[in-house]
């Protein structure tokens, strides 16, 4: 087949060829359900915990040894929800609650049935920011090779990361919401090798993928990749211009690489 999923090997090589991006070293890279400690500040604890790499957490607050701990406890070893959101507990002698914290945007309460089914699509909703902002680190595995969404892409240096693209960008987030998910990216000399297997070109441009765990084994294959589409020079009309003609089926295909 000339489409497979990246071996554990070339995932280990991303996350070293993107440390060079990374600022600082947070602790929201384990996995697993953590644990906020008895009479700490759950707030202080997020700030210092959760963004990094992923920008959310999910931090309930359930008496210790009950069935919802347990399900929590579950669902932080889920193969595909581990690396969307940090889980986080922190014990009450009763009452529970379940709040999901993301980066740059206001928390998200949990109100629905606390079953295994319902939690896992709302987690697979919610954990991501309506549009990821880069802080000190990137979650390629959120966001490219264990993500069951597409990705987006908008490829900008840090500094100029801004709000306005973000308003700008957060319409179309919301309208493919169930298909799309979308983050700030930069081209690093250190992310060049995950930039050019998938076509990032320079340091101002939008790549949509469809699907971003197919890559290309051989070049010369004629099975195609999933549907990719770039736009150049991005600023708030032109990403206007991009997802509407992308909307209407009317915006090219992108090739390469």
Not at 71 to 89: G, M, N, R, S, Y
Not at 246 to 256: D, L, N, S
Request: hydrophobic fraction near 40%; aromatic fraction near 12%; include cysteine.
């Amino acid at each position: 087949s000339a489409m497979a999923l990246w071996p554990h090997a070339i995932l280990e090589r991303i996350c070293l060829l993107l440390a060079c991006v990374r600022l600082s070293h947070g602790g929201g890279e384990d996995f697993g359900l953590q644990v906020v400690p008895k009479g700490g500040e759950s707030g202080k604890w997020l700030e210092q915990n959760m963004m990094e790499p992923r920008h959310a957490v999910a931090l309930a607050l359930v008496p210790e040894g009950s069935k919802r701990h347990l399900l929590l406890q579950e669902l932080a070893e889920d193969d595909q929800l581990k690396h969307i959101l940090t889980f986080a507990v922190q014990f009450m002698r009763a009452g529970s609650g379940l709040i999901v914290h993301r980066y740059q945007y206001e928390p998200e309460r949990y109100t629905g049935k606390w079953t295994r089914t319902a939690l896992r699509a709302w987690f697979l909703v919610i954990g991501y920011p309506p549009v990821n902002r880069m802080r000190n680190n990137f979650a390629p595995m959120k966001y490219l090779t264990e993500n069951a969404f597409g990705t987006v892409l908008i490829v900008k240096p840090l500094s100029m990361q801004t709000e306005e693209l973000t308003k700008a960008l957060e319409p179309y987030a919301e309208k493919f919401q169930d298909r799309l998910k979308f983050t700030f990216f930069t081209r690093t000399e250190g992310t060049a090798q995950v930039c050019d297997r998938y076509g990032v070109w320079s340091n101002d441009e939008i790549l949509l993928l469809e699907d971003p765990r197919q890559v290309k084994k051989n070049e010369h294959s004629h099975v195609p990749t999933a549907p990719k589409y770039r736009l150049e020079k991005v600023t708030a009309e032109r990403i206007a211009l991009f997802f509407d003609g992308y909307a209407a089926g009317t915006w090219p295909r992108y090739y390469k690489p």
